[in-house]
């Protein structure tokens, strides 16, 4: 399976990256290798098979609806790029 | 391209528009009164300073894990109850992948292909009485995205992560409404039940309800759904029904000039009561969705399932058919008194002490709910024991006092010494109705003599003069006389 030009745009623009040329080419011949590897599990008969969708068998891990410790405001603000004394800063998303 | 389509609605003539149907669904977010978040234990109080709400988890920082409340999961559960959905049993969350600044984690942690509620039901009455029923798609639960608050002259974005987290229901109902009236009468039935479940506070102008409409026109008789147009951005019933409405005729005006409707997503403006495109290059809506690997699966037991229908509060619709049909009120009544759960129970309650269901739903529509709306009070703090209210009402229907002196006497004495009981105030008030005929015949007797003259004329056919006659047993017994006891007695004399 190859993965063509378009696609590529796509899930580069939907996850936000961006390359040159150069490094799109690099890129395609990668997610070809990682489609031909995934692809290999299509082999395998999965019929009636509930699909997985996490590696523990717990069910209900369930907390009870009581407020906790918050993370403390100037800490959580501290890895921000951009911040002021309250919020979070980013560039401007609408006009 | 805006401008041009705005202006042309204008003139769009009724006979045209008829030959269209309106096609509505609408998915409606409601807030849930939960006291910690939806996935970690921040507080979820609404007002606080800005991003003081906030945890690893809420921000979204690496190698945290979520952790699901269970009274959200159990508050779906109930609105699922309430709508005569089918709960889903066996629960697993899905990532909805998306960027966008008040959404730290760059995913949604929201349900997609088991949703906890499917199907269901949410009838609606018209203005003209025609009863419907709304049928509902699913009811999913998920978290709220954070606040972006864009302030002018501001170079840049500012973000608070206060609401990031907040556990949502979205309740998404099926293309079934064929007119903004329907919309508005679905929407007031869905607040009203999230309010009698106590699972939403139902605040539409504070963002706790949140409605987006999709949109879509057909020429009537057609089967087949046009392309559909998603509304966002009404912040009140009112502005739901102006967008849709709008939103008909800025439809119907394109197909009308050969132009083709784009499915897309448009923001309605409250001012000028019209709908703009939000996006102007083609919408890559590609969300993505895989099952959130960090969360195990919620299975719900019939012995859970049992604790929560068991523990359900009647339900409006269950009120209204009981004021009715068993309490043999007008629908209006029913309609008023069903409206709000807290004055449902308390005239529920009121009834269980009288039998007089009409008076008692006088009473709550009429002087109770007066009192309630001047001081703008809760029912809870209103002053008078449900038990003084009825023996009021009793009061009344053993002709001991008269309705008039009830209401306009007796009632407020009540309010402002609610320890008093009605006969106590009515005794001390001198309003006990004179209502022995032994005790009121002198009276009577007493003013026909005096007004011997007037006698005769009525006696010769001045039947109008009756009136003047009560009027001067009242003023005689001081306004004690029981006015039934009063003209049985006048009639006795007067027609022999």
């Given at each position: 399976m190859k993965l063509d030009t378009n696609t590529l745009k796509k899930i580069a623009h939907l996850a936000r990256l961006e390359f040159d040329e150069e490094s799109a080419g690099k890129m395609t011949q990668d997610m070809t290798q990682i489609l031909n590897w995934v692809e290999k599990l299509n082999e395998l008969n999965t019929d009636g098979v509930e699909p997985l969708t996490?590696?523990?068998?717990?069910?209900?891990?369930m907390r009870e609806d009581v407020v906790g410790t918050h993370l403390d405001h100037e800490k959580g603000l501290k890895n921000a790029p951009q911040r002021d004394s309250d919020y979070f800063r980013v560039p401007k998303v609408l006009e | 391209m805006n401008m041009i389509e705005e202006t042309k609605?204008?003139?769009?003539d009724i006979k045209v528009k008829n030959k269209y149907e309106l096609v509505i669904g609408l998915e409606v977010h409601a807030q849930l009164l939960t006291n910690s978040k939806m996935y970690t234990a921040d507080s979820t109080t609404f007002g606080n300073l800005p991003n003081t709400n906030i945890s690893v988890i809420t921000l979204g920082h690496p190698g945290t894990l979520p952790k699901v409340n269970k009274r959200a999961v159990e508050f779906a559960i109930k609105m699922g109850l309430a709508c005569d959905s089918e709960i889903t049993r066996k629960n697993i969350f899905a990532r909805k992948n998306y960027f966008y600044p008040d959404l730290p984690k760059g995913y949604q942690l929201t349900q997609d292909k088991n949703p906890i509620c499917v199907g269901g039901q949410v009838p609606i009455v018209l203005s003209s009485g025609e009863k419907k029923s709304i049928a509902l798609t699913r009811i999913h639960m998920e978290e709220d995205a954070g606040k972006s608050i864009h302030l002018a002259g501001e170079v840049d974005t500012l973000v608070d992560f206060n609401r990031a987290g907040v556990p949502l229901i979205e309740i998404v109902s099926e293309p079934d409404m064929r007119s903004s009236e329907e919309a508005y009468q679905f929407l007031t039935e869905i607040k009203k039940l999230v309010k009698y479940l106590d699972v939403?506070?139902?605040n539409m102008e504070e963002g706790s309800l949140r409605c987006d409409a999709n949109v879509s026109i057909r020429l009537r008789g057609e089967d087949e759904l046009g392309k559909k147009v998603e509304v966002k951005n009404m912040n009140s019933f009112r502005n739901v029904a102006r967008a849709i409405e709008h939103e008909f005729e800025r439809q119907v005006l394109l197909s009308e000039s050969n132009t083709e409707i784009i499915s897309e997503t448009r923001t309605f403006d409250a001012t000028s009561g019209t709908t703009a495109s939000m996006r102007t290059k083609e919408d890559l809506n590609d969300y993505r969705y895989f099952p959130e690997p960090d969360l195990s699966p919620v299975i719900v037991s019939e012995e859970w399932l049992k604790t929560i229908q068991d523990n359900l509060p009647p339900l409006p619709r269950e009120l209204f058919e009981k004021f009715v049909l068993e309490y043999g009120l007008p629908e209006y009544d029913a309609g008023v008194l069903s409206d709000n759960k807290e004055i449902a129970l308390f005239f529920e309650a009121l009834c269980h002490l009288t039998t007089n269901y009409k008076a008692a739903s006088n009473w709550v529509m009429g002087p109770v709910k007066s009192y309630l709306n001047e001081l703008t009070l809760h029912i809870d703090d209103f002053p008078i024991s449900i038990t003084s209210l009825a023996s009021l009402i009793q009061l009344i229907d053993a002709g001991k006092v008269s309705y008039s002196a009830a209401a306009q006497k007796i009632y407020p004495a009540m309010l402002l010494d609610?320890?008093?009981?009605a006969l106590e105030i009515a005794t001390e008030l001198n309003?006990?109705?004179?209502?022995s005929e032994d005790s009121l015949k002198p009276i009577v007797e007493s003013v026909l003599k005096e007004n011997s003259q007037k006698v005769l004329e009525y006696k010769s056919g001045k039947k109008g003069l009756m009136g003047m006659f009560m009027g001067q047993v009242m003023k005689k017994s001081n306004g004690k006389a029981d006015p039934k006891v009063a003209t049985k007695i006048l009639t006795e004399i007067l027609d022999n």
């Open positions: 996490t590696m523990s068998s717990e069910v209900n891990v | 609605v204008k003139t769009l939403c506070d139902g609610p320890k008093k009981d309003l006990i109705q004179e209502s």
